[in-house]
């Protein structure tokens, strides 16, 4: 382990040996009392759960002041609901904000465990698919670190996302068990249970306009609390996930006549509710227990939330003055109609008002434009499921859709496009309309994408609403992505840059006036180094593949999804491979290519993907005529772990989506703060990454999404396409005819069809555009003096990617709540 980043502040020796020998005394007294064990038949996991036992205790103490003070002082609080939460592991974060890594690591020395060798015994959280997961995890820490009173809501999932093998070159899905040996963060709150409620049906009372909800089954929703812990330890946030409990366990009755299966069949229906995470990503499920999900945990955060509110002030009305909901993307956008529900069936608000309060307190971020990405469930499912949400849902409808026939210029409005309810497909609820019409605030997640809603999906609402879309770039949190990951490049940017970097990262601006300083690029180049061995060392132990630490290192490292293009990347790959094969004497620069991610369990094409790109390593790296000159490597079950010991070890950043189908991303910042060049497209924050480098540090390739676009409604014939690259055609030939496939010749005979027959995704248009610019990635990395100018001008200038950023442009123009300034220095 090396010293953290958060120990600015000098103590003098005797007080921090004080604080090793503390919390020496602290960690074996939660081994002894906590877990019964006695320090000398300790086994590594039961040292893991003794420090994270003993770090809790100091986490807590943060955590119960901050709450207490944001409930003392009535302060607005927000709640950020997510069906995912991309934790990963978090005990060395925790160590870092509190600035204990060292001494922990100390005390742990002296007890004679190395804490470094079994820090990765702390399973990874994956409670999430990918970025969308991941951004919620960041900014939930972002808030503790800006000191925004936040909770966020999620769902406990007994099994995260799954773990991949790669098994002969395929996808393998393995049950991932990260509750196997209990999670040492978490409180359980027994007391905090709502019900929920299914079916049914709904009857009019005597009262006028009442109405009551008679679901036929009720499941609990127990709440499980975890503080985060915020920057320096000043504050921290809690993440309060739901797991699902029948009401009745065991049906005795049952049970005694013999029927075993009948006796927990009521249990089994419930718990199947925060089982599993469903795998997927940028395609929405279908399946009922999908939807199941979404109303469970939308449900108990709003009646939670309310409660507190209640309690709190004794009345509603000033609900938005106190409470700011964030719906990340459409997953709980049910919130709209069970806020209504509660305020008007529970609390007898009149509809207006309950219209109002729910109106000024929820706010909605939108992830994806891709029309099959778009959440919508057909009403008669709805209907049977969730019968007062449906009612209210049109009741919503059809007050939304008379206001706009009524109002000026309402006659010339084509109500199908605004409607929430889609008639064009066997009536559906469109998720987005609803979480929109519900919404005082909407924001997509980059410029170009917030720009792209306004123009194309949500073009029709924009034109009622058009002051309700804003944007709000994402942003990642440097603790993790930087102080954390990198400890050896955060050294240097506190010394160059000084020790106020870590507290205000967009500090690092200070690096830009050193950028061409040779002592500098000696010190980056050896920092980088290392984490090129380490990594090196990993790709050895995954795959058995020797990889030279001296080689570029080219990553792409998320989501396997035709819209990400890896297809694009392993194509050119054969392209390079077969140029170097045919010039086996000119100095090609070294390269390795590195590639990690997962492919949702039924996206078929996406495991052909991954099934070709271990295909190609395997033909590449066991050619003698290129050894030493190309490497393809596929990284097995990439998660937040593998990407904080990846990034630090990149050279090059593959951002290569269709541009116009990658909301953001964050991966493209993650690399560019520590470091790595981008190769990528016009789309996302790629496009703000090239603004603040400028166009020579960022090599930019590729279609436009407007290129894109009109490609879409006038497609150049594909014969023509693949004529203009010169290379592409022998490619797909090699790919469809087999030759990385020998033993089974017709493996990707449908993949090249398929992209022959539709390039929806423009891999064969962009071919040619993005094997120039690898030409151009090589005569710059001939050219080491310049890549490294490069590099430290990416660092210098995407500070201002950090999350808390992203955060504090949430707290003042949506959620209009205080966030702390970032320190002036
Ligand atoms: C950052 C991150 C992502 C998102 O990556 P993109 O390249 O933006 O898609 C996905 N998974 C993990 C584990 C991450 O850390």
Redesign the pocket.
Known sequence: MTETAAEAKPTSAAESKDLVETLKAEIVRKLTYSLGKNPSVAQPHDWVTAVILAVRDHVVDVWQRSTHESYQTGRKRVYYLSLEF?IGRSLADALNNLGLTGPVAQAMADLGVDLGAIETIEPDAALGN??LG?LAACYLEAMASTGVPALGYGIRYDHGLFKQVIDGGKQVEVPEDWLSFRNPWEFERRESAYQIGFGGSVAATEKPGEVVWEPEETVFAVAYDTPVIGWRGRDATTLRLWRARAMHPLKLDAFNQGDLVGAVAERNRAEAISKVLYPNDSTPVGQELRLRQEFFFTSASLQDLVRRHYRQFGRLDNLPDKVAIQLNDTHPALAVAEMMRLLVDEHGLAWEDAWTITNGTISYTNHTLLPEALETWPVALMERLLPRHMQIIFGINARFLDGVRRSAGGDKVELSTISLIDESHGRRVRMAHLAFVGSHTVNGVSALHSRLMQETVFAPLHAIFPDRITNVTNGITPRRWLLSANPGLTKLLQEVCGPGVSDDITQIHKLAAHSGETALHERLVEIRRQKKLKLAQVIRHETGVVVDPAALFDVQI??IHEY?RQLLNILETIALYDAIRSEPYRDWAPRVKIFAGKAASNYGTAKAIINLINDVANVVNNDITTRDRLKVVFLPN???SA?EIIIPAADLSEQISTAGMEAS????M?FALNGALTIGTLDGANIEIGERVGADNIVIFGMTAEEVEAAKRDPRPTEEVIRSAPHLEGVLDAVAGGAYSPRERDRYQDLVAGLRANDWFMVLNDFESYRQAQRRVDALWADQASWWKSSVINTAHCGWFSADRSIREYAERIWHVPARPAPQG
Do not use: E, S
Request: aromatic content about 6%; overall charge positive.
């Open positions: 991309l990918g970025g991941r998320k989501r990400k990439y998660n937040v990407a991303g964050t991966g493209n993650k």
